[in-house]
């Protein structure tokens, strides 16, 4: 492939800001309704938070960069392709408040970018520029291939590992913080560094939001190297200002709560000297240019999900207070359905509304006897099976010395973790309310069930 056009990204250029189009009026439900027709019908989707949505408009969209794409592929590369994913970097830029597009790049997901932040920590071990054991620390829930990442370029590099429990149920901020500075005190003891620290914005499960902008500051105050934050579910569900919360990396998906189809996310990586040794994990043509170009050309490919990003920014900003306001609605939906499940249960919420945006995590009845994640599992397919209702179910296993939270008759240790998008209805709760009590009601469905 030669590489005669001129590069995107330059800093130079400029850009112009996001703008919002002028309405007329906003989107009805019928419309919503036609935006998610796709949508299998008689399935309860409480699950946003897996697997993301898209609706028909940017679909729609995305087909036609593919058919451009399609048409004459030559034209595309060399005159569509770079220029289309800059704009798509652009809203990005604007919308998380970074100072510079150059700041941005567009990778496939957040597993990616785990592995483009990991793999540059992995280096510096394996160059010996850090200490064998110094340590990376992170959330003991962080996302089981973030973990695994970590085995895989880290561990094995020569670092050790250092995880913070995040208490659950939890009941504030400050329960987190202070598990949070324990974990920092321990990974700095005998002489070693914690070189990378890796926060959740968003824990997946069980999910809560972290207090992230202070869990920074507490890694700056106390010398942590750099910052990663793992913020897959933030865009579309919480605020986010990558200067405000001041970490060296930050990624989320766009495909899960800001309406991209599967699968882009961004990678905000701050300007410093470090942040030069970060490379795609895919190496190509534009290897050494800097993560932005190297992202955006990893060989052949479908690159029409990073160029619907403006698409989707059209589609939330057909809605009341853009995506803003379907952010403060999904969150009022999310805890006024859990409280509503909770209190059909006579089981409790696993954290305060506060720390829910569009996902919470809801008590099951202790009845139901989940004894094992084994058990979460079949009640999560048997639910999906039998009832259409797709949910994740978590089981927290006691810990010694930890405050337990009962229902009328035991401990509870499964919850659900709902989810609310714009397409939810009142109806998609109620079909899992149900599911669960005939569940309860009839001892032999959970003898069956968690016996086979
Ligand atoms: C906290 C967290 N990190 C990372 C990921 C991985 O996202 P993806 O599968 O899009 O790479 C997820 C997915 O749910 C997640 O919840």
């Given at each position: 492939?030669e590489n005669?056009?001129?590069?995107?990204?330059?800093s130079?250029?400029?850009?112009?800001?996001?703008k919002?189009p002028r309405?007329t009026?906003?989107i009805?439900?019928?419309e919503?309704?036609?935006?998610?027709?796709?949508?299998?019908?008689?399935?309860?989707?409480?699950?946003?938070g897996?697997?993301?949505?898209?609706?028909g408009?940017v679909l729609?969209?995305?087909?036609?960069?593919?058919?451009?794409?399609?048409?004459?592929?030559?034209?595309?590369?060399?005159?569509?392709?770079?220029?289309?994913?800059?704009?798509?970097?652009?809203?990005?830029?604007?919308?998380i408040?970074?100072?510079?597009?150059?700041?941005?790049s567009?990778?496939?997901?957040?597993?990616?970018?785990?592995?483009?932040?990991?793999?540059q920590?992995?280096?510096?071990?394996?160059?010996?520029?850090?200490?064998?054991?110094?340590?990376?620390l992170?959330l003991?829930c962080?996302?089981?291939?973030?973990?695994?990442?970590?085995?895989a370029y880290?561990t094995?590099a020569?670092?050790?590992?250092?995880?913070?429990?995040?208490?659950?149920?939890?009941n504030?901020?400050?329960?987190?913080?202070?598990e949070?500075?324990?974990?920092?005190e321990?990974?700095?003891?005998?002489g070693?560094k914690?070189?990378?620290?890796?926060?959740?914005?968003?824990?997946?499960?069980?999910?809560?939001?972290t207090?992230?902008?202070?869990?920074?500051?507490?890694?700056?105050e106390?010398g942590?190297?750099?910052?990663?934050?793992?913020?897959?579910?933030a865009?579309?569900?919480?605020?986010?200002?990558?200067?405000?919360i001041?970490?060296?990396?930050?990624v989320?998906?766009?495909?899960?709560?800001?309406?991209?189809?599967?699968?882009?996310?961004?990678?905000y990586?701050?300007?410093?000297s470090s942040?030069s040794?970060v490379?795609?994990?895919v190496?190509?043509?534009?290897?050494?240019?800097?993560?932005?170009?190297?992202?955006?050309?990893?060989?052949?490919?479908d690159?029409?999900s990073?160029?619907?990003?403006?698409?989707?920014?059209?589609?939330?900003?057909?809605?009341?207070?853009?995506?803003?306001?379907?952010?403060?609605?999904?969150?009022?939906?999310?805890?006024e359905?859990?409280k509503?499940?909770?209190?059909s249960?006579?089981?409790?919420?696993g954290?305060?509304?506060?720390?829910?945006?569009?996902?919470?995590?809801?008590?099951?009845?202790?009845?139901?006897?989940v004894?094992?994640?084994d058990?979460?599992?079949r009640?999560?397919?048997?639910?999906?099976?039998?009832?259409?209702?797709?949910?994740?179910?978590h089981?927290?296993?006691?810990?010694?010395?930890?405050?337990?939270v009962?229902d009328?008759d035991e401990?509870?240790?499964?919850?659900?973790?709902?989810?609310?998008?714009?397409?939810?209805?009142l109806?998609?709760?109620?079909?899992l309310r149900?599911a669960?009590?005939?569940i309860?009601?009839?001892p032999?469905?959970?003898?069956?069930?968690?016996?086979?």
């Amino acid at each position: 492939m030669e590489n005669e056009d001129p590069r995107n990204g330059e800093s130079s250029q400029q850009h112009q800001p996001t703008k919002k189009p002028r309405l007329t009026r906003f989107i009805t439900e019928a419309e919503i309704r036609g935006e998610f027709a796709h949508h299998l019908s008689g399935i309860a989707r409480i699950n946003n938070g897996s697997f993301g949505s898209c609706p028909g408009s940017v679909l729609a969209a995305q087909r036609k960069w593919q058919l451009k794409f399609l048409q004459q592929p030559d034209d595309f590369y060399f005159n569509t392709l770079r220029q289309g994913i800059l704009h798509s970097r652009t809203v990005v830029k604007d919308l998380i408040n970074a100072d510079n597009v150059d700041e941005v790049s567009l990778v496939d997901n957040a597993t990616t970018a785990a592995a483009i932040v990991l793999q540059q920590v992995g280096r510096s071990f394996a160059d010996g520029k850090f200490h064998n054991n110094d340590t990376v620390l992170m959330l003991h829930c962080a996302y089981e291939a973030v973990k695994k990442s970590i085995h895989a370029y880290v561990t094995c590099a020569g670092g050790s590992v250092i995880e913070v429990q995040l208490p659950f149920p939890v009941n504030s901020d400050a329960e987190i913080i202070t598990e949070f500075r324990k974990g920092i005190e321990k990974g700095k003891s005998d002489g070693r560094k914690v070189r990378l620290a890796i926060i959740d914005h968003i824990t997946s499960m069980p999910c809560v939001v972290t207090p992230v902008r202070e869990l920074v500051k507490i890694c700056r105050e106390e010398g942590v190297d750099q910052i990663f934050v793992d913020a897959a579910h933030a865009m579309g569900s919480v605020k986010v200002d990558v200067k405000e919360i001041g970490a060296d990396f930050y990624v989320s998906n766009l495909h899960k709560w800001f309406f991209c189809p599967p699968s882009v996310a961004f990678l905000y990586c701050k300007k410093t000297s470090s942040s030069s040794d970060v490379h795609h994990p895919v190496v190509s043509h534009e290897y050494g240019n800097g993560l932005p170009i190297e992202s955006a050309w990893i060989g052949t490919r479908d690159y029409s999900s990073q160029l619907v990003v403006s698409s989707a920014l059209e589609f939330v900003n057909r809605f009341e207070g853009g995506i803003c306001g379907i952010m403060k609605r999904n969150r009022e939906k999310v805890v006024e359905m859990g409280k509503m499940l909770a209190e059909s249960w006579g089981t409790k919420l696993g954290a305060p509304p506060e720390m829910c945006a569009s996902m919470i995590m809801v008590g099951l009845p202790s009845t139901l006897r989940v004894m094992s994640q084994d058990d979460a599992l079949r009640l999560r397919s048997y639910l999906r099976s039998n009832h259409g209702v797709e949910v994740p179910i978590h089981y927290q296993a006691p810990r010694d010395g930890e405050a337990v939270v009962k229902d009328k008759d035991e401990f509870i240790k499964a919850y659900a973790r709902i989810s609310h998008q714009v397409y939810n209805t009142l109806d998609d709760y109620c079909k899992l309310r149900d599911a669960i009590n005939q569940i309860v009601d009839d001892p032999q469905i959970s003898e069956k069930l968690f016996t086979e």
